[in-house]
C-alpha cells in the first residue's frame, strides 16, 4: 500500500464526489447532502489508512508518501506532493472537520434545487485544495492551489452568506488577490535565483540556495505579505470579521479553522526554509506584528456585539501566538506554534458552529439578543462552555498545551515581547466568559407554544416590544411570540428553544472528543510534530538557547545553612 499515490486519491475522491453533486438533476437535489458527507467521511477513511499505514514518525526523509511527475518542463514546473509532521497534521485536521462542517450545513439551504446542491459542492470542492496546498512541494503548485482556494470560498460567502455578504466576499476576494499576486513576483524572482532545469521549482532544490542581501529579503518579503493576509495578521486582517459574520457558520468554520492555516503554514515551509538569512533579519518586526495583533484582536474581541465577528476577532489574537512561537525559533515554540494551529481548528470550530446552532434558533447574531439559555438548552450551553475554556487555554484541553509551549519556548529569546503576550490570555478570559455570561446566564427565555404561524420563506417577521423593533427572517423564527405582560425587558422576545438534536449532538461530539483527548494526551502529535520541527531549524541554522544554571559547589561540600 505504500505505493499507492495517497495524496493524489486524497484529492481525486473528494472533486469527483463536488462534481456527482453539481450535476444531480433538480428532481434528485436532496441527495446532495448524504451524497457530500459520505464522500467526506470516506476521504476521512482513506487519510486515516494513508497515515497509517506510509508515515514513518521519526523518519530522516523531509517529506513522504512523496509523488513526482513532470508537469510543465520548459518552467522548471512539477506535479510534486508530499508531507512531513506538519503538513500531515493539518491535513488530518481538514479531513475531521469537513464532514464535521457538512453535517453541521445540513439545514443551511432549506430550499433546495439548484443552490441546494451547488452549496454543498462547493464546500465539499475545497478539500482537494486544502490538501493540495498543504502538500504540494513545488512552489509553482503550491501557488496554483493557495489561489485556486479562493474561488469556491468566494461563491460560498457571496451567495450564501447573511447580511453584507457581496461586500465581504469581495473584500476577501480583493485582499487575498493582492496577496497572492505579490507572491506571484517573489515566485518567479525565486526561480530566477534558482539552479532552473525541470525541477526548478521544487522545494528541495530551492532549499539552500545562500541567495544571501537584499535580493533574498526582498524575496522573503514578498512571500510574507501573502502569508501575512492569510494568517491574518494586523495590520492585513480587517478582511476576516466580515467574511465571518457574513458567511454561513460552516463556512466561516472552513475558512478560519483550515483555509487561513495555510498562512502560517506557509511561513514555515516556505519563508523559513527557502529564506533563513532573511528570516531571522526580519524576526523583530514579525514578533512585533504578532505581540500587536494578540493584543489587538483580544481587546477588540471585548468589546464586539456581534457573536461571529467576536470568534473571528479571537482567531486574529491566537493567530499572533502562532506567528510568535514560529519566529522565536525554538523547538519548543515551533512544536507548541504548530499544534496551535491543530488545536486551534477544532476550538474555533466549535465556537462557530455551536454559534450558528444559536443563531439558527434566535435568528440573531447579535448578543444582546440572548440570555439565559442555560437554562433551556443545556447541553448546548455545556459544549459552548467547553469550546470557549479550550480557547481561553484551560488547563486539561489541548490549546493550553499548545500556548504554554508557545510561551515557554519564546521566553528564553524575546522575555519582554512574551510578557506582553501573556496579556493576551487574561484577555482572553475576559472576552470568552463575558460572551458566556451574556448569552447564557441569567433569567431564562420565556418558553412557551407559538401564537404565530410562520411566514413565507424570506419574509421578515417583525414584533415590536416597547421601543425596540427585532426583525429577522421567519423561517429562523418559527416559535416566536410578542408578549409584553410577562415583565420582560425591552427588546426581549419570547421564544420556544429547544436543546440540540441528534445532528447537532453528532457534530459537537468529535470536536469535544478531539480537544479534550489532545489536552490529557498529546503525545502522538507532538512526537510527529518534532521531526519536521527540528529539520526545520537545522536549515535556518539556529540552535536551541541553552538556559543558564548556576554551578554547584565543586569541593563535595553541600550548599545551603547548617542549622
Not at 181 to 204: C, K, N, S, T, W
Not at 422 to 449: D, H, Q
Not at 473 to 483: E, F, G, I, S, T
Request: aromatic residues 10%; contains cysteine.
Amino acid at each position: 500500500m505504500n505505493d499507492l499515490p495517497w495524496l493524489s486519491l486524497l484529492m481525486v475522491v473528494p472533486l469527483t464526489g463536488a462534481a456527482v453533486v453539481a450535476v444531480l438533476p433538480a428532481s434528485s437535489a436532496a441527495l446532495a447532502r448524504p451524497i457530500a458527507l459520505g464522500t467526506s467521511l470516506l476521504t476521512l477513511l482513506l487519510g486515516i489508512v494513508a497515515a497509517a499505514t506510509s508515515f514513518t514518525r521519526g523518519s530522516t526523509a523531509q517529506f513522504q508518501m512523496v509523488e513526482q511527475h513532470e508537469w510543465i518542463p520548459q518552467f522548471g514546473v512539477s506535479y510534486a506532493l508530499g508531507v512531513d509532521g506538519i503538513s500531515l497534521a493539518l491535513i488530518l485536521m481538514a479531513l475531521v472537520l469537513v464532514p464535521v462542517c457538512i453535517l453541521a450545513a445540513w439545514e443551511d439551504v432549506p430550499e433546495g434545487g439548484a443552490r441546494h446542491k451547488g452549496y454543498f459542492a462547493l464546500l465539499l470542492s475545497l478539500l482537494p485544495f486544502m490538501i493540495g496546498v498543504f502538500s504540494a512541494t513545488d512552489v509553482f503548485l503550491f501557488y496554483v492551489f493557495f489561489e485556486a482556494m479562493l474561488v469556491p470560498v468566494y461563491f460560498l460567502i457571496g451567495m450564501y452568506g447573511g447580511a453584507h455578504r457581496q461586500a465581504a466576499a469581495m473584500k476577501f476576494l480583493l485582499f487575498s488577490l493582492a496577496g497572492g499576486l505579490i507572491m506571484l513576483v517573489g515566485v518567479i524572482a525565486l526561480y530566477i535565483q534558482g539552479p532552473g532545469g525541470p525541477d526548478g521549482f521544487l522545494v528541495e532544490s530551492l532549499t539552500g540556495l545562500g541567495i544571501g542581501g537584499a535580493t533574498e529579503r526582498w524575496l522573503f518579503v514578498a512571500f510574507f505579505i501573502a502569508f501575512a493576509v492569510k494568517a491574518p495578521m494586523w495590520p492585513v486582517h480587517t478582511w476576516l470579521p466580515d467574511a465571518a459574520a457574513a458567511s454561513k457558520p460552516a463556512v466561516a468554520t472552513l475558512l478560519v479553522g483550515v483555509l487561513d492555516k495555510v498562512g502560517t503554514y506557509g511561513m514555515i515551509r516556505f519563508c523559513l526554509q527557502l529564506f533563513p538569512e532573511a528570516s531571522q533579519w526580519a524576526t523583530p518586526v514579525v514578533v512585533t506584528l504578532a505581540v500587536f495583533s494578540i493584543l489587538y484582536g483580544a481587546i477588540l474581541a471585548i468589546g464586539q456585539a456581534d457573536m461571529m465577528r467576536l470568534i473571528a476577532f479571537t482567531s486574529v489574537s491566537h493567530f499572533g501566538f502562532i506567528v510568535l512561537g514560529i519566529f522565536a525559533f525554538t523547538s519548543v515554540s515551533q512544536v507548541g506554534a504548530n499544534f496551535y494551529m491543530v488545536n486551534h481548528g477544532f476550538a474555533t470550530a466549535g465556537l462557530f458552529l455551536l454559534a450558528g446552532m444559536l443563531i439558527a434558533r434566535r435568528g440573531s447574531q447579535r448578543i444582546e439578543d440572548y440570555g439565559g439559555w442555560q437554562r433551556v438548552t443545556p447541553v448546548l450551553a455545556g459544549s459552548f462552555l467547553v469550546a470557549g475554556l479550550a480557547t481561553l487555554s484551560l488547563p486539561g484541553l489541548s490549546t493550553f498545551v499548545s500556548e504554554f509551549l508557545v510561551i515557554a519556548g519564546s521566553w528564553p529569546r524575546y522575555p519582554v515581547a512574551t510578557a506582553f503576550a501573556v496579556w493576551g490570555v487574561v484577555l482572553a478570559a475576559l472576552y470568552i466568559l463575558l460572551m458566556y455570561k451574556r448569552i447564557f446566564t441569567g433569567p431564562p427565555p420565556v418558553v412557551g407554544e407559538p401564537e404565530l404561524q410562520p411566514e413565507p420563506v424570506g419574509a421578515v417577521a417583525q414584533r415590536t416590544v416597547g421601543s425596540t423593533t427585532v426583525g429577522s427572517p421567519a423561517a429562523d423564527l418559527p416559535y416566536v411570540r410578542a408578549d409584553l405582560d410577562e415583565g420582560r425587558p425591552p427588546g426581549r422576545l419570547a421564544v420556544a428553544v429547544r436543546d440540540l438534536d441528534w445532528r447537532e449532538k453528532a457534530v459537537v461530539a468529535p470536536l469535544v472528543v478531539a480537544l479534550v483527548v489532545l489536552g490529557f494526551f498529546p503525545k502522538p502529535v507532538l512526537d510527529t510534530l518534532d521531526p519536521a520541527v527540528e529539520r526545520t531549524l537545522q536549515i535556518v541554522g539556529i540552535t536551541d538557547t541553552v538556559p543558564s544554571v548556576p554551578a554547584g559547589p565543586t569541593d563535595g561540600s553541600t550548599s545551603g545553612s547548617d542549622h
